[in-house]
C-alpha cells in the first residue's frame, strides 16, 4: 500500500465523481447524427475531460452553418431527452467525500462541464454543500488539459498546489493536474488505465482509496493498472 499526503482534495467530475459516460456518449451521437455528420467511438473518445465549446471549436468545419455555441446548446438540450441513460454515483465516490469532509480536508471540484450543469450533479450526489470550491467551465479562460482550473481551485482553497490530491479519469484531467503541481490520482472508470500513465497512482475506482490519520490517503502500491471500463466524454 501507498500512502499519500494530503493537504486537500480536488475532484473531476465526470467519470470521476458520477459516472455519467452512457448519457454523454449518447447527447454527443445524437448531434453527428442531426447534422449527418459521420463519427466512431474513437472520436467522441477523444473529447474526454475537455470543454464542449472548445471541442466544437475544433470541429465547427464539420457543421457548415451553425454556430458553436448553437452546437453547444443542441448538444446539451439532448441531457433530459426521453430514453436518455440514467447516471450513478461512481463507486466509493460519495462516502470518501463525506470521510475527507469529516477530517476538515479542503474540497474542490474541477469540470469542464457548466455550472447549473455540475451543481446540478453535486447536489444529486448530495455532497454539493462538502464542496468548497466548484470551479467550472465558465470560470477559466483556457480548459483541461490546461492546467488554470486545478490552479485556481488550489488558490481559493489557500492550499499550495504541491499540497493537493487532484481525482481525474482523462489523459487531459491528469495532464492538467500534473501541470498544476499536484499529485495525481487518476481512476479508470472511462478510460484504460493504460491511457492515464501520466497520473501518479491509478484506482479502479474510490473503492481502492482509504483515508487515514494524518489526514492521508491510502492507495495499492500497483492500484489496478491493468483494470479498463468503457470510455466516455463529456458536452
Known amino acids: 500500500m501507498t500512502v499519500i499526503g494530503l493537504g486537500a482534495a480536488v ?15 449518447a447527447q ?7 447534422h449527418g455528420v459521420p463519427h466512431d467511438d474513437a472520436l467522441i473518445a477523444s473529447f474526454a ?3 464542449g465549446l472548445e471541442v466544437l ?34 463507486p466509493g465516490a460519495v462516502e470518501l467525500v463525506r470521510a475527507l469532509a469529516g477530517r476538515g480536508v479542503p474540497l474542490a471540484v474541477v469540470t469542464s462541464a457548466e455550472r447549473s450543469y455540475a451543481e446540478g450533479l453535486l447536489d444529486e450526489l448530495g455532497v454539493r454543500g462538502l464542496m468548497d470550491i466548484v470551479v467550472t467551465a465558465g470560470d477559466v479562460g483556457t480548459g483541461k488539459p490546461d492546467p488554470e482550473g486545478y490552479l485556481a481551485a488550489a488558490r481559493d482553497l489557500g492550499v499550495p498546489a504541491g499540497d493537493a490530491v487532484g481525482f481525474e479519469d482523462t489523459p487531459a484531467g491528469v495532464a492538467a493536474v500534473k501541470s498544476a503541481g499536484m499529485t495525481c490520482v487518476g481512476l479508470a472508470t472511462t478510460q484504460p488505465a493504460g491511457a492515464l500513465a501520466g497520473a501518479d497512482h491509478v484506482v479502479a475506482d474510490f473503492e481502492d482509496v482509504d483515508v487515514v490519520p494524518g489526514p492521508a490517503l ?7 493498472r491493468d483494470r479498463t471500463k468503457a470510455k466516455r466524454s463529456v458536452p
Do not use: C, K
Not at 11 to 25: M, Q, V, W, Y
Not at 74 to 89: D, I, K, L, R, W
Open 11 to 25: 475532484f473531476d467530475l465526470d467519470g470521476t465523481l458520477i459516472d455519467t459516460e452512457p448519457r454523454s456518449r
Open 28 to 34: 454527443w451521437s445524437r448531434l453527428f447524427d442531426a
Open 49 to 51: 475531460g475537455r470543454r
Open 57 to 90: 471549436g475544433e470541429l465547427a468545419h464539420l457543421f457548415p452553418g451553425r454556430t458553436v455555441e448553437e452546437l453547444f446548446e443542441q448538444v446539451v438540450s439532448y441531457q433530459n431527452a426521453p430514453g436518455m441513460p440514467v447516471s450513478a454515483p461512481v
Open 218 to 224: 491510502r492507495v495499492p502500491a500497483n492500484a489496478n
